[in-house]
Nanobody
Framework: QVQLVESGGGLVQAGGSLRLSCAASGRTFSSYAMAWFRQAPGKEREFVARITWSGSSTMYADSVKGRFTISRDNAKNTVYLQMNKLKPEDTAVYYC????????????WGQGTQVTVSS
């Protein structure tokens, strides 16, 4: 069983940066692929980024490519999402997820952290 806890969300002006963290409990974190999703008000949850268990491969949604970077530190059981050049349309609740399959479906989900970008 893995528990995921996100942190680092907040209010930021357009053009600013935030770094989200997702801390995982459990010894098997390093064997799981991890991902970030987001859900804006009135919209469906959407994929943002994913990373392999080793960190050797990543994938991004077109809407965040070149602005967001996903990374992980298996020694700290943590995955990160560095978000730069934020836009108002990035406003959403951000969730981290983990599982045995790189492309999902993901077995474990965090509770989410709010990111609000003001214009």
């Amino acid at each position: 069983q893995v528990q995921l806890v996100e942190s680092g969300g907040g209010l930021v002006q357009a053009g600013g940066s935030l770094r989200l963290s997702c801390a995982a409990s459990g010894r098997t974190f390093s064997s799981y692929a991890m991902a970030w999703f987001r859900q804006a008000p009135g919209k469906e949850r959407e994929f943002v980024a994913r990373i392999t268990w080793s960190g050797s491969s990543t994938m991004y949604a077109d809407s965040v490519k070149g602005r967001f970077t996903i990374s992980r530190d298996n020694a700290k059981n943590t995955v990160y999402l560095q978000m730069n050049k934020l836009k108002p349309e990035d406003t959403a609740v951000y969730y981290c997820a983990g599982g045995s399959s790189y492309y999902g479906p993901y077995d474990y989900w965090g509770q989410g952290t709010q990111v609000t970008v003001s214009s």
